[in-house]
């Protein structure tokens, strides 16, 4: 079986013929769902990768995030939704408690931080109450409150749902 190095979420780490992430510092690994979780419900943006042609093209978005899918709402139309027709294979980054680690010698300094990185794959969420339910989620993310979506306010809206493959995280000064 073929393995390289690639740098990935801060770490070197394998990658084997399969597409499998091994993390090189396992110290720094958060590999349970638990973890993981806790992470992602205290990030406030994630940041969407996706392919454009041949170069990579990534937004920051509010989500929602509930059973290992994502929700994310935007424009009817744009480059995020062409993209996103062309090539649903997706990447996300979540980061939380970032702080920089200063010391008087600039090679000693380090980052604090928290961070999720998942891959999936994007759809289009059809239908006025699935969109709902998927705003809903969305607005959990920020509020424990419970909203109502207008359906005039709901049509003109995209929904993404990105069901997710698979999920790391990892974590410094922690």
């Not at 205290?42 to 995030?65: N, Q």
């Amino acid at each position: 079986m073929e393995r390289c190095m690639i740098r990935f979420g801060g770490c070197w780490q394998t990658i084997d013929g399969k597409g499998s992430f091994t993390m090189r510092r396992k110290g720094k690994a958060v590999s349970d769902a638990s973890g993981i979780n806790a992470i992602i419900e205290k990030a406030t943006v994630c940041r969407l990768g996706m392919v454009d042609g041949e170069r990579p093209y990534v937004v920051p978005l509010s989500f929602g995030y509930r059973e290992n899918t994502l929700y994310f709402h935007g424009a009817l139309k744009g480059r995020k939704i062409d993209i996103l027709k062309e090539n649903p294979n997706v990447c996300v980054e979540f980061d939380v408690a970032v702080e920089a680690q200063k010391d008087v010698d600039a090679c000693n300094w380090s980052m604090k931080f928290q961070s999720v990185i998942g891959f999936g794959k994007a759809s289009i969420v059809e239908g006025l109450e699935l969109k709902r339910q998927a705003l809903g989620i969305i607005m959990a993310q920020y509020s424990d409150k419970t909203f109502a979506f207008p359906e005039n306010k709901v049509k003109a809206t995209a929904v993404i749902k990105v069901e997710i493959e698979k999920m790391t995280g990892k974590q410094s000064g922690y």
